[in-house]
């Protein structure tokens, strides 16, 4: 991290992560943290992105275990780590693992642990969790062992699985580069894989225990639970590198790309618990002069007649267009539930541009081998919306995310455009891991499009907090603001960190030709301004202020495409818009300074310079040369 900044600007919180440590042995290197593996190299190319030991709750939140006796062990070319990890749960039950870690240069890597309780555990999933990585590895020729010894081979899937690709797993081996090959192996019980990139993070996850099986489970008190992680690598040179190399910090360059197309438009989200506070900053909204409103409603969750009062009044200072975002309870028929809708509008005075229906249900996730819930035939639904809102153009797909778009995919012949939500913090929440989840959007938008061909398409809202949990019952309260997995809030969306994720979502989803993006509210846990309830700053823009105002300004200008040499550390895209310069949009997305060498681009006024430092999370925008 930049020493010389305030972690607070950065991150929204003076906690900081603890650094990892890094291991090496020969050519393999791997970061140890929190107990766990990640960024497993050979020769400096990522074979692993992790190997985790977790332990979930019933709402599949994950336990932050106490790490206990941790002994780090670095020899020459070996090295080996063990400690003991204990979880408590609110119920007063523990379970404590043991394990140890060790490679020694030319053998396999071993991650092995043993987990016990003395009174009995209720988890939905415990054991080991691979992650192989996305780039250079979607789409590749793959080898898997399964449990009864068979083996086949197969692709690791491009376009985006909604079910899992391989199950009853032993192993699985893929070509690291044409001369090295990965096996991992498992032990210890059945594993399948899951293609994460449904829910945005940048890896194919291997887990244990099958899914169609039921959770929660106890663990019961006395019987321990044995597994064992065994990565073997396979050198076909026969001569790897005597040691890893040292780390250097390679300066970013940029080239033009040949992608090019229109500025989605800029969107922002309005509930009814913050409609009031919406109200009392309309000058605010005025300057950031988004081009789109989307306005949230669920009866479920007590929103009724009044809700459209307050709408009406926001939706009458913007001088946009707005779309009503509807979870149908579908407790009674659909056409009798939006008539209803449709005349509390109608006495409001509120009349939007669009709606967008779904299912209250259809937001919770059904998992591979779970009972869909009972839900009206979405046939149904959109014609009811159709009659009780003629006037409106009609959307639909998912108030919650791709992944459940992906398993149940809308009939689209009747809808005017399909939308859906990401979030990053599903699985993890580490900066590290918000940051890759930007690497799985391009293939999220491309699945799309595979599925619903040009139709127009909406994302959003995205933000850093999850707004609902579809795998649970609840999001998760974050009171001391940390870093926390399915949390409601996320000290990071408040900070320069939220802003460069921003930015760097913009960049990963130009592509897709998205009609509008949604990526906050304006007051609010996923707002631009500060909330009441932080005094000292009420009412202050966020960092990601600066951001969306920009992005909405350029809402339908010409963007094209700008590659960067390594898009795990800086993105840019260049803009032009009528009577402006072309304008270079940078984001760093790393807690490191980095400095971005402009190749043929030139700046404006200053055509000799050929490079910009960026600092930790930082942005910049700039003019160029024609």
């Given at each position: 991290?930049?020493a010389?900044i305030?972690?607070f600007q950065l991150?929204?919180?003076r906690?900081?992560?603890?650094p990892?440590v890094?291991?090496?042995?020969?050519?393999?290197?791997?970061?140890?943290?929190?107990?766990?593996l990640?960024?497993?190299?050979?020769?400096g190319v990522e074979?692993?992105?992790?190997v985790?030991?977790?332990v979930?709750?019933?709402?599949w939140?994950t336990?932050?275990?106490?790490?206990?006796?941790?002994?780090?062990?670095q020899?020459e070319n070996?090295?080996?780590?063990?400690?003991i990890a204990?979880?408590a749960?609110?119920d007063?039950?523990e379970?404590?693992?043991?394990v140890?870690?060790?490679?020694?240069e030319?053998?396999a890597?071993t991650?092995?642990?043993e987990?016990?309780t003395?009174t009995?555990f209720e988890?939905?999933r415990?054991?080991?969790c691979i992650?192989?990585p996305i780039t250079?590895?979607a789409g590749?020729?793959?080898s898997?062992?399964h449990v009864d010894?068979s083996?086949?081979?197969a692709?690791f899937?491009?376009?985006?699985?909604?079910?899992?690709?391989?199950?009853d797993?032993?192993a699985?081996?893929?070509?690291?580069?044409?001369n090295?090959?990965a096996?991992c192996r498992?032990e210890g019980?059945?594993?399948?894989?899951?293609d994460?990139?449904?829910?945005s993070?940048?890896?194919?996850?291997t887990?244990?225990?099958?899914?169609a099986l039921?959770?929660p489970?106890?663990?019961?008190?006395?019987?321990p639970?044995r597994?064992?992680i065994?990565?073997?690598?396979?050198?076909m040179?026969r001569?790897?590198v005597a040691?890893?190399a040292?780390?250097?910090?390679?300066?970013?360059?940029?080239?033009?790309?040949?992608?090019?197309g229109?500025m989605p438009?800029?969107?922002?989200?309005?509930?009814?618990?913050e409609a009031e506070?919406?109200?009392a900053?309309?000058?605010?909204?005025?300057?950031?002069?988004?081009?789109?409103l989307?306005?949230?409603?669920?009866p479920?969750?007590g929103?009724?007649a009044?809700?459209?009062?307050?709408?009406?009044?926001?939706a009458?200072?913007?001088?946009?267009?707005?779309?009503?975002?509807?979870?149908?309870?579908?407790?009674?028929a659909?056409?009798?539930e939006t008539q209803?809708i449709a005349r509390w509008?109608?006495?409001a005075?509120?009349k939007?541009?669009?709606i967008?229906i779904?299912p209250s249900?259809?937001r919770?996730?059904t998992?591979?081998g779970?009972?869909?819930?009972?839900c009206?035939?979405?046939?149904?639904v959109y014609a009811?919306a159709h009659a009780a809102?003629?006037?409106?153009r009609l959307?639909?797909?998912m108030?919650s995310?791709f992944t459940?778009l992906?398993?149940?995919?809308v009939?689209a012949?009747?809808l005017d455009?399909?939308?859906?939500?990401t979030n990053?913090?599903?699985h993890?929440?580490?900066?590290l891991?918000?940051?890759q989840?930007?690497e799985a959007?391009?293939?999220i938008?491309?699945?799309?499009?595979?599925?619903?061909?040009d139709?127009?398409y909406?994302?959003?809202p995205?933000?850093?907090?999850m707004?609902q949990?579809?795998?649970?019952?609840?999001t998760m309260d974050?009171p001391?603001?940390?870093r926390?997995a399915?949390?409601?809030t996320d000290?990071?969306?408040n900070a320069?960190f939220?802003?460069?994720?921003a930015?760097?979502y913009v960049?990963?989803?130009?592509?897709?030709?998205?009609?509008?993006?949604?990526l906050s509210?304006?007051t609010g846990?996923?707002?631009?301004?500060a909330a009441?309830?932080?005094?000292s700053?009420?009412?202050?823009p966020?960092p990601l202020f600066?951001?969306v105002?920009t992005?909405?300004?350029l809402?339908?200008?010409?963007?094209?495409?700008?590659?960067?040499?390594?898009?795990t550390?800086a993105?840019?895209?260049?803009t032009?818009?009528p009577?402006m310069?072309?304008q270079l949009h940078?984001?760093n997305i790393?807690?490191n300074?980095?400095q971005?060498?402009l190749?043929e681009?030139?700046?404006?006024?200053?055509?000799?310079?050929?490079g910009?430092?960026?600092?930790?999370?930082a942005?910049?925008?700039?003019?160029l040369m024609?």
């Open positions: 991290m930049t010389e305030d972690p991150y929204g919180t906690e900081t992560e603890t990892p890094r291991l090496t042995s020969g050519a393999l290197t791997a970061d140890f943290k929190d107990g766990n990640r960024t497993i190299c050979y020769d074979v692993l992105r992790a985790s030991y977790l979930r709750d019933r709402d939140g336990y932050a275990p106490e790490i206990e006796h941790l002994l780090i062990d020899r070996a090295f080996s780590v063990s400690y204990r979880c749960a609110p007063s039950t379970l404590a693992i043991n140890r870690i060790a490679v020694e030319g053998h890597l991650f092995e642990a987990a016990i003395a009995g988890t939905n415990c054991g080991f992650l192989h250079g590895v590749m020729p793959v898997v062992e010894g083996r086949r081979s692709h899937p491009d376009i985006i699985e909604p079910w899992q690709p391989f199950k797993m032993r699985i081996t893929h070509s690291v580069t044409p090295v090959t096996e498992m019980d059945t594993f399948e894989m899951e994460q990139r449904n829910w993070d940048a890896s194919f996850k887990y244990v225990r099958p899914l039921p959770w489970y106890r663990i019961e008190a006395g019987e639970n597994q064992r065994v990565l073997t690598i396979g050198d040179r001569a790897a040691s890893a040292p780390a250097v910090t390679p300066r970013i360059r940029l080239s033009p790309g040949p992608k090019s229109t438009a800029i969107g922002l989200i309005v509930t009814p618990e506070a919406t109200l900053s309309c000058s605010r909204l005025s300057e950031i002069s988004p081009q789109e989307l306005f949230h409603f669920d479920g969750a929103h009724g009044h809700a459209f009062k307050s709408f009406a009044a926001i009458a200072l913007h001088h946009g267009r707005s779309t009503l975002e509807i979870a149908l309870p579908c407790r009674t659909p056409l009798a209803q509008m109608l006495d005075g509120f939007p541009d669009a967008v779904s249900v259809d919770q996730s998992p591979p779970s009972k869909w819930p009972e009206p035939p979405l046939e149904e009811a809102f003629p006037y409106a959307g639909g797909g108030l995310y459940e992906n398993r149940k995919r009939p012949d009747t455009f399909i939308t859906h939500c990053p913090i599903v993890a929440a580490d900066d891991s918000v940051m989840t930007l959007l391009p293939f938008t491309r699945s799309v499009r595979a599925i619903y061909g139709k127009p909406r994302i959003g995205s933000t850093i907090p707004r949990n579809p795998y649970g019952s609840r974050n001391h603001h940390g926390i399915m949390a409601n000290p990071r969306h320069r939220g802003e460069a994720f930015l760097g960049a990963r989803i130009l592509d897709a030709g998205l009609e509008c993006l949604t509210a304006l846990s996923f707002g631009l301004i009441e309830n932080e005094p700053a009420a009412g202050i966020r600066g951001a105002s992005l909405s300004r809402a339908g200008s010409h963007w094209q495409e700008c590659r960067s040499s390594d898009p550390a993105l840019a895209f260049i032009a818009a009577g310069p072309r940078l984001v790393t807690a300074s980095r971005v060498e190749g681009f030139r700046l404006v006024g200053q055509p000799e310079k050929t910009i430092a960026l600092e930790a999370y942005t910049a925008s700039v003019p024609s």
